[in-house]
Structure formats: C-alpha cells, structure tokens
C-alpha cells in the first residue's frame, strides 16, 4: 500500500521545427503508464504528466497533457514540491531546434542545416531542488555500459533510484511489451528478468517504498 502522492511522467516530447515537421523520439509511454496504474492501484494519489501517446489513462489518475520538452518541465515543476514521489519514465528531449518556423520549409534542392539548443535538464532541477524525504526516480535508456552509466546519472542528478535498461536487447525498451531493467540505488545494482511492464512498475514501487522505510 502506497498512500503517498506521486508524480509519473510518461511519453515522448515533440519539438517543433516547422507547422508540418517535427523531432521526436521512439518512447511510447506504456511504462509511465504502468507506474500510474501500479501506484494508483496501490492507493497512491497520482498525477501523470504525458507527452503525446495512443494510451488512456488509467481510471483515477490526474492527467496533465504536454507536447514539448519546455511544456514537460514547466508541468513537472510546477507540481512537485506537492509530491512525495517524482518518477520520471518520460523520454524528454535533450535539444530542439533553435528557431521555429511558421511556414512550412520548401525544398529547393540545396542542403539545410538545422540548430538545436539544448533544453533543460529536468532531473538535474528536480535533484537541486528535491526536498527531504521526497524520493526522486531517473530512467536511463542506454546501448552501452548500462550500469556505469546509470551510477553516475545517480550522482549527478540527485536521484535516489535509476531505473536503467539496454534498449538494444530484444523485449525491452521502446515500443515493447515487457522490459528488462537494472535497478540502481546507492546501496548497488539489482538487475531484474525479463518482466510485463506493469510487473516492472510494482518492482520499481517497491523499491521506493523501501527507500521511504530506510530513510
């Protein structure tokens, strides 16, 4: 039983180039989704932040819809100093182009250089601002040196849990049914079976409830 509030982020963000022409990223949001059910279910009052999906949320659950990484981060910010739990599943984007045109880009058969500027880090802010006893849960898609990389995102983000994947192995990452995950603590590496994601979201939730209870 969690009776607790948390915040769940979940999906993709688009980040405009053009009124036809946009970047994304392959996040589906069925993990996030997975955890809002789970921890919903679980007695948890929960508020689920989404990028855009074909999911319905679950029954009981406070949806908050955003397109963009910017809309991402002001929604998360805005709501989680009211948040026992902040668990971001979301796959915000890193850069978006620099300028948004209003008109549609015309092919004239020259090549076109496009700039990005970096967006803000969410979970670095979130780690600067976290308030005790407040427990803060990265993820770390990964292709490579999996848990390395999810030890120092610990670290420099201030989380109190990584949720780290391969998304190059088959059944797990984006688009999948189930996934294969890594959970990364202070205390060490604890990697899990191939799981259903709703299985993994209860994995995930325990692991925070056991971080409560330890303090």
């Given at each position: 039983?969690?009776?607790?509030?948390?915040?769940?982020?979940?999906?993709?963000?688009?980040?405009?180039?053009?009124?036809?022409?946009?970047?994304?990223?392959?996040?589906?949001?069925?993990?996030?989704?997975?955890?809002?059910?789970?921890?919903?279910?679980?007695?948890?009052?929960?508020?689920?932040?989404?990028?855009?999906?074909?999911?319905?949320?679950?029954?009981?659950?406070?949806?908050?819809?955003?397109?963009?990484?910017?809309?991402?981060?002001?929604?998360?910010?805005?709501?989680?100093?009211?948040?026992?739990?902040?668990?971001?599943?979301?796959?915000?984007?890193?850069?978006?182009?620099?300028?948004?045109?209003?008109?549609?880009?015309?092919?004239?058969?020259?090549?076109?250089?496009?700039?990005?500027?970096?967006?803000?880090?969410?979970?670095?802010?979130?780690?600067?601002?976290?308030r005790p006893g407040q427990v803060l849960v990265a993820f770390a898609a990964e292709t490579n040196d999996v848990v390395d990389n999810a030890r120092g995102k610990l670290v420099r983000k201030n989380a109190d849990l990584v949720v780290a994947n391969d998304v190059t192995l088959p059944g797990a990452g984006f688009g999948a049914q189930t996934n294969i995950v890594t959970l990364v603590t202070k205390d060490g590496a604890?990697?899990?079976?191939?799981?259903?994601?709703?299985?993994?979201?209860?994995?995930?939730?325990?692991?925070?409830?056991?971080?409560?209870?330890?303090?």
């Amino acid at each position: 039983h969690l009776p607790a509030r948390i915040l769940v982020t979940a999906g993709p963000t688009v980040e405009r180039i053009d009124p036809v022409r946009f970047i994304t990223n392959r996040s589906t949001g069925r993990m996030g989704y997975a955890l809002a059910e789970a921890a919903q279910r679980r007695g948890a009052a929960v508020t689920l932040v989404s990028g855009p999906v074909s999911l319905t949320p679950p029954r009981g659950v406070e949806s908050v819809w955003v397109e963009s990484s910017a809309q991402l981060c002001e929604a998360v910010l805005s709501r989680e100093d009211g948040a026992d739990a902040v668990i971001q599943a979301a796959a915000p984007a890193d850069f978006t182009p620099e300028t948004v045109f209003d008109r549609k880009i015309k092919k004239t058969g020259d090549d076109m250089t496009l700039r990005l500027k970096s967006t803000t880090d969410i979970a670095f802010t979130l780690g600067q601002r976290k308030r005790p006893g407040q427990v803060l849960v990265a993820f770390a898609a990964e292709t490579n040196d999996v848990v390395d990389n999810a030890r120092g995102k610990l670290v420099r983000k201030n989380a109190d849990l990584v949720v780290a994947n391969d998304v190059t192995l088959p059944g797990a990452g984006f688009g999948a049914q189930t996934n294969i995950v890594t959970l990364v603590t202070k205390d060490g590496a604890r990697p899990l079976e191939q799981m259903p994601k709703i299985q993994v979201a209860d994995a995930i939730l325990d692991c925070v409830k056991a971080i409560w209870e330890n303090g």
